[in-house]
């Protein structure tokens, strides 16, 4: 019987302990992306035994395996479960270094996945790992289940003061994303970090507890804040480039 916790084992049990190679693709020591997702199908009871391809026929495969395609809400964001499967890329065009894929481990956006960028199996925040891969088209499949029709979005939470000004910015240093303006590494613990170099997309910036923050939408349609350097009065106090200065 298909299982997702069985698929989702073979991800973790393999994480941190496998190589990236898209030349030896089959294991046991090394995968590439799509390899992954269909060993993990296959060890889920979804696809049988030997069933392989890239990440371009995942699609198909998918479907005739009953997966469906998880739409978009209304704000045009992915309402992401675990075990949903994700792809990035337009069908018939994300074969390669095209395209990439993954799984969900959680509804807070968290996938696991083989990759380039860490040299292996890890667990990575889609919407960080996402919007350095230049936010690709995404396509995300569920087992037995589709939503058809948009959901309402509820709106972001979004802290009182936001001013409206969109760029980009360039940490100099790792940078905690954050679900509200609170500093209190207790109280808002970290839901993702961005390293030094990666760029930051943000549409509106706050002055609030002691730091200037810029701020965005996420893939998820949750409003997420990061701290960007000190509120000390002036405008180029940052940890980076690319906000006021």
């Known amino acids: 019987m298909a299982n997702l916790e069985n698929m989702l084992k073979w991800m973790t049990d393999r994480q941190g302990k496998v190589s990236y190679s898209m030349n030896q693709r089959l294991g046991p020591n090394s995968y590439d992306c799509s390899s992954a997702v269909y060993l993990a199908l296959i060890s889920g009871g979804f696809l049988p035994q030997h069933t392989i391809g890239n990440t371009d026929s995942l699609f198909g495969h998918l479907e005739k395996a ?10 045009g964001n992915f309402p992401a479960q675990r075990g949903d499967i994700f792809i ?8 390669g270094a095209a395209g990439h894929t993954g799984i969900f481990t959680d509804n807070q956006d968290t996938i696991i996945h083989c990759n380039y960028g860490y040299n292996g199996i890890t667990s990575n925040n889609h919407d960080v790992i996402w919007t350095v891969n230049g936010c690709p088209p995404i396509t995300i499949y569920r087992y037995g289940q589709t939503i058809t029709a948009p959901v309402k979005p509820q709106a972001p939470t979004q802290a009182a003061g936001l001013k409206p000004l969109s760029g980009i910015f360039y940490p100099d240093r790792t940078l905690a994303v954050s679900k509200d303006t609170n500093p209190d590494d207790q109280a808002s613990p970290a839901l993702a970090h961005y390293q ?12 609030a507890n002691g730091y200037a923050w810029i701020s965005y939408i996420a893939a998820s349609g ?9 509120d000390d009065g002036q405008i ?9 200065n």
Do not use: L, N
Request: without cysteine; aromatic residues 18%; glycine residues 14%.
């Open 66 to 75: 009953g997966w469906k395609q998880v739409a978009p809400d209304a704000t």
């Open 88 to 95: 990035w890329g337009s069908r018939g065009a994300s074969s």
């Open 196 to 207: 030094a170099g990666m760029a930051i997309y943000y549409d509106s910036y706050i002055m």
């Open 222 to 230: 949750a409003r997420r804040y990061v701290a960007v350097g000190p």
């Open 236 to 244: 180029d106090t940052t940890w980076g480039r690319g906000f006021f």
